[in-house]
């Protein structure tokens, strides 16, 4: 492995205890719900529903 693939290599752990996933755990009409109670508006997930 090439010395810049190991630096991702050993970064990746890192990066992932820093910005953790985000873990959705309520949706209702729009909105979703993270695991720390964070709402966002679920805006791109119609994009993909099309009646064909």
Do not use: R, Y
Not at 22 to 45: C, M, P, R, W, Y
């Amino acid at each position: 492995m090439s010395a810049e693939l190991d630096k991702v290599a050993q970064d990746c752990p890192a990066d992932a205890i820093a910005n953790p996933a985000k873990i959705f755990v309520k949706a209702e009409g729009v909105e979703i719900t993270d695991n720390q109670g964070h709402t966002v508006l679920d805006a791109a997930s119609g994009l993909w529903n099309v009646i064909a």
